[in-house]
């Protein structure tokens, strides 16, 4: 059996296993201590609907057609659903989708034999409820014929974004800051950085908080992730109770991060890490590492399918990009992977990863971004302009540009993505 649990919008470090003290997440604790979380994951484009695509499809956002949110998976593509589902699987799905699919699908959603709920609209404080519930009830009377795939997709921590609007212009009346002084998570080190970004990067700032207002939020948006932290508790007790637990693999990710207060920032769409860098748990205590936390190796969400089909012996989707993360977990293998990438917002821009560095490039944008990973984790000073990194940039553009080679570009994408030097 397996499990695919996801969040929305929730920041790779907010979970108290990974060493965040200002939070409480029994519930993925409980996920982390009895499997692998890879710190060094990322989204393949950090907003809702062209993750979600990738993790449906295994193809990047320039080739499923899904460049931003709203958008449609282009027709004829096998879903993951419909790979396990032809081999034995009953495929289910629970929660938020938010992808269009076209009607000659003939499906809600392609590939699985299941709906228990879907959706995107209301709050997660509420909807995510209903899909504790309903994925919990199917855990527990399901007909154990066969093995099952279960996405379980919840909404949590997205209720941020309706918090950051109504309180960007004025910030609405919050309890005495003396009163959770104790409680405020501390503003990050790169707070007030600046960087000499590129035209389309379009990082969410607010200008008009106080400090105090910062870590009010950041207070706030963790309350968040602890609400969905139960929910998902209640899907693993239903799991446990079902007699499944050592039986099923569960994998925990988000489509995106958040941003956090970090380079003064809210919300997501942009290559920062705070926006682009997502929790990614897995869970199979019978075969996989427990308790380890490994801060090598470079993982993408398109890595669910292939990780998943691997599990379930089956061959993934035709020009899947990503790699199975199974053998990696087990600590049987360590990755050759030299790199990931993430694509955003509508097809203009790139993110790059490599073992150290991060390059940042927009379409017909000279002004790049080169971030030393190692010994600069908080992305405050852009050496892309000095000359001893010059070979280091070209480099990373060679890689995207390589990358970029090996893609069947969707109808909907107009050109070839290029670093303007």
Same mark, same amino acid.
């Given at each position: 059996?397996?499990?695919?649990?996801?969040?929305?919008?929730?920041?790779?470090?907010?979970?108290?296993?990974?060493?965040?003290?200002?939070?409480?997440?029994?519930?993925?604790?409980?996920?982390?201590?009895?499997?692998?979380?890879?710190?060094?994951?990322?989204?393949?484009?950090?907003?809702?609907?062209?993750?979600?695509?990738?993790?449906?499809?295994?193809?990047?956002?320039?080739?499923?057609?899904?460049?931003?949110?709203?958008?449609?998976?282009?027709?004829?593509?096998?879903?993951?659903?419909?790979?396990?589902?032809?081999?034995?699987?009953?495929?289910?799905?629970?929660?938020?989708?938010?992808?269009?699919?076209?009607?000659?699908?003939?499906?809600?959603?392609?590939?699985?034999?299941?709906?228990?709920?879907?959706?995107?609209?209301?709050?997660?404080?509420?909807?995510?409820?209903?899909?504790?519930?309903?994925?919990?009830?199917?855990?527990?009377?399901?007909?154990?014929?066969?093995?099952?795939?279960?996405?379980?997709?919840?909404?949590?921590?997205?209720?941020?974004?309706?918090?950051?609007?109504?309180?960007?212009?004025?910030?609405?009346?919050?309890?005495?800051?003396?009163?959770?002084?104790?409680?405020?998570?501390?503003?990050?080190?790169?707070?007030?950085?600046?960087?000499?970004?590129?035209?389309?990067?379009?990082?969410?700032?607010?200008?008009?908080?106080?400090?105090?207002?910062?870590?009010?939020?950041?207070?706030?948006?963790?309350?968040?992730?602890?609400?969905?932290?139960?929910?998902?508790?209640?899907?693993?007790?239903?799991?446990?109770?079902?007699?499944?637990?050592?039986?099923?693999?569960?994998?925990?990710?988000?489509?995106?991060?958040?941003?956090?207060?970090?380079?003064?920032?809210?919300?997501?769409?942009?290559?920062?890490?705070?926006?682009?860098?997502?929790?990614?748990?897995?869970?199979?205590?019978? *075969?996989? &590492? %427990?308790? /380890?936390?490994?801060? +090598?190796? $470079?993982?993408?969400?398109?890595?669910?399918?292939?990780?998943?089909?691997?599990?379930?012996?089956?061959?993934?989707?035709?020009?899947?990009?990503?790699?199975?993360?199974?053998?990696?977990?087990?600590?049987?293998?360590?990755?050759?992977?030299?790199?990931?990438?993430?694509?955003?917002?509508?097809?203009?821009?790139?993110?790059?990863?490599?073992?150290?560095?991060?390059?940042?490039?927009?379409?017909?944008?000279?002004?790049?971004?080169?971030?030393?990973?190692?010994?600069?984790?908080?992305?405050?000073?852009?050496?892309?302009?000095?000359? *001893?990194? &010059? %070979?280091? /940039?070209?480099?990373? +553009?060679? $890689?995207?540009?390589?990358?970029?080679?090996?893609?069947?570009?969707?109808?909907?994408?107009?050109?070839?993505?290029?670093?303007?030097?």
């Amino acid at each position: 059996n397996i499990l695919f649990i996801t969040t929305d919008q929730q920041a790779w470090n907010t979970i108290s296993a990974v060493g965040n003290t200002y939070i409480h997440t029994p519930s993925l604790d409980r996920l982390a201590n009895k499997g692998v979380t890879f710190s060094k994951s990322y989204s393949p484009n950090p907003v809702c609907s062209p993750t979600r695509a990738c993790w449906i499809t295994g193809l990047t956002s320039s080739e499923n057609g899904v460049i931003t949110n709203g958008l449609d998976i282009i027709e004829g593509i096998k879903t993951v659903g419909d790979v396990l589902t032809e081999n034995g699987y009953e495929t289910v799905f629970a929660g938020k989708l938010h992808v269009g699919i076209p009607q000659s699908y003939n499906q809600k959603i392609p590939g699985f034999s299941k709906v228990l709920c879907e959706g995107i609209g209301g709050k997660g404080t509420l909807g995510d409820q209903v899909v504790s519930s309903v994925a919990a009830g199917y855990l527990l009377n399901r007909d154990k014929s066969k093995p099952f795939y279960l996405t379980v997709n919840f909404l949590q921590p997205h209720d941020v974004c309706n918090w950051t609007s109504r309180n960007k212009k004025k910030m609405e009346a919050k309890p005495s800051i003396d009163n959770l002084k104790s409680q405020l998570p501390p503003l990050p080190d790169n707070f007030y950085s600046e960087i000499d970004e590129p035209n389309d990067m379009k990082v969410a700032r607010v200008n008009n908080w106080s400090e105090a207002d910062w870590r009010y939020y950041l207070w706030n948006y963790y309350r968040m992730v602890e609400e969905v932290d139960a929910e998902i508790g209640r899907v693993l007790n239903a799991l446990e109770e079902s007699g499944e637990l050592d039986n099923t693999v569960v994998i925990f990710s988000s489509d995106h991060g958040e941003g956090t207060a970090h380079h003064r920032s809210i919300l997501k769409n942009f290559p920062y890490d705070e926006a682009c860098r997502v929790p990614f748990v897995i869970s199979y205590p019978k *075969e996989l &590492k %427990q308790g /380890v936390l490994d801060e +090598i190796t $470079l993982v993408t969400g398109l890595d669910v399918v292939p990780t998943i089909c691997d599990f379930a012996g089956v061959k993934p989707p035709e020009n899947n990009k990503g790699i199975s993360v199974r053998k990696i977990a087990a600590g049987k293998n360590q990755s050759d992977r030299e790199f990931i990438v993430s694509e955003m917002n509508h097809d203009k821009g790139r993110m790059i990863r490599t073992a150290d560095f991060k390059f940042i490039a927009f379409r017909d944008d000279p002004n790049v971004l080169l971030f030393d990973m190692k010994n600069d984790p908080g992305e405050t000073t852009n050496l892309a302009q000095k000359s *001893e990194f &010059k %070979q280091i /940039v070209e480099k990373h +553009i060679q $890689l995207l540009e390589n990358w970029e080679k090996n893609l069947k570009y969707a109808p909907n994408v107009n050109s070839v993505f290029t670093v303007k030097r």
